[in-house]
């Protein structure tokens, strides 16, 4: 089933957060608990069997600066942005390579579309171009984001055409 995060699934949502993303790559817990209580509709997870094990969240915005630490503290998040910035997409390390990603992933970009956002922003590791373009997002650029100290790629879905 996927469904709005909630205040109930923070830990959880915390520990494959921490699992998926090494270092500083990964939101803290009080980041995650900010999120979901200021962009429920912007968080989605995966539950199998009643166990939460993806997750992705974001936020909304009409001025996008993929470089802008400050916004994945939510900071110049306007829930009536037309534009949807992708902070994270993780699964749980036992539940990886089922497809699970892929499939909240998809939910996520129906879910933005119903919401008439325009488009949907996100950065990411070299290896997961390829992944995020099955989904119909476009490479944009190196991102000039220095996130936990890694090289970042852009990648934008028009949600008018893409997907």
Known sequence: MIREASLNDLDTCYQIETSAYAGDEAATREKIEKRILTYPEGFLVLELDDEVVALVNAGATDKVEMSDEAFKELIGHDPAGRHIVIMSVAVAPAHQGKGYAGRLL??????????????????????????????????????????????????????????
Do not use: P
């Open 106 to 163: 998809s939910a996520f970009i129906d879910r933005m579309r119903t919401m008439d956002k325009r488009e949907i922003h996100l950065i990411c590791q070299t290896e997961l171009i390829d992944f995020y373009a099955k989904y119909g997002f476009e490479y944009r650029c190196v991102s000039d984001s220095e996130h936990g100290g890694l090289n970042w790629h852009e990648m934008t879905l028009n949600l008018s055409t893409g997907g």
